[in-house]
C-alpha cells in the first residue's frame, strides 16, 4: 500500500492533479473538487453493481440458474468496475497525501478496531 501511495504522490504532481497548497483557497478548491470526483467514482461503482443485479435478475428471469446469473453478470461488468475502483483509490490516496497518513497502518488499525468491536 506503501507503494501505490508513494506512486500516486508522484504521479498525481507530475499531472499536476495534487492537491493545490500554496494557499487556502486553492487548497479549498482542490479538496471540492476531489471529493466531487471521488464521489462520481463512488457512484460510478454503485451503478455497475445496479447494472449487474439488473441483470442477474434478467437472467433468472429467464430460466437461468441464480448462481450462473450472477457469476455471468459478474464477469460483464468486472473489467469497468476494477477501473472504477482504482479511480476511486486515486482519489483516496490523494487525499491521504494530503493529510500526510500511512493508508497501510490507517488500514490495518481500523480494522482492528471493527474487530474489537464486533468482539465484546
Request: charged content about 30%; proline content about 0%; hydrophobic content about 40%.
Given at each position: 500500500?506503501?507503494?501505490?501511495?508513494?506512486?500516486?504522490?508522484?504521479?498525481?504532481?507530475?499531472?499536476?492533479?495534487?492537491?493545490?497548497?500554496?494557499?487556502?483557497?486553492?487548497?479549498?478548491?482542490?479538496?471540492?473538487?476531489?471529493?466531487?470526483?471521488?464521489?462520481?467514482?463512488?457512484?460510478?461503482?454503485a451503478?455497475?453493481?445496479?447494472?449487474?443485479?439488473?441483470?442477474?435478475?434478467?437472467?433468472?428471469?429467464?430460466?437461468i440458474?441464480?448462481?450462473?446469473?450472477?457469476?455471468?453478470?459478474?464477469?460483464?461488468?468486472?473489467?469497468?468496475?476494477?477501473?472504477?475502483?482504482?479511480?476511486?483509490?486515486?482519489?483516496?490516496?490523494?487525499?491521504?497525501?494530503?493529510?500526510?497518513?500511512?493508508?497501510?497502518?490507517?488500514?490495518?488499525?481500523?480494522?482492528?478496531?471493527?474487530?474489537?468491536?464486533?468482539?465484546?
Amino acid at each position: 500500500m506503501k507503494q501505490l501511495q508513494d506512486f500516486s504522490k508522484t504521479y498525481q504532481k507530475e499531472l499536476n492533479f495534487h492537491v493545490k497548497d500554496s494557499s487556502y483557497e486553492r487548497c479549498k478548491a482542490s479538496l471540492l473538487m476531489n471529493h466531487m470526483l471521488l464521489t462520481t467514482e463512488v457512484a460510478e461503482v454503485a451503478e455497475l453493481l445496479r447494472e449487474m443485479v439488473n441483470d442477474t435478475e434478467k437472467q433468472i428471469a429467464n430460466g437461468i440458474n441464480e448462481m450462473d446469473a450472477l457469476n455471468a453478470a459478474k464477469a460483464k461488468v468486472s473489467d469497468e468496475i476494477g477501473k472504477e475502483i482504482s479511480d476511486c483509490l486515486a482519489y483516496l490516496c490523494k487525499l491521504a497525501n494530503f493529510f500526510e497518513r500511512d493508508m497501510e497502518s490507517d488500514f490495518y488499525n481500523k480494522m482492528e478496531e471493527v474487530k474489537n468491536r464486533f468482539n465484546k
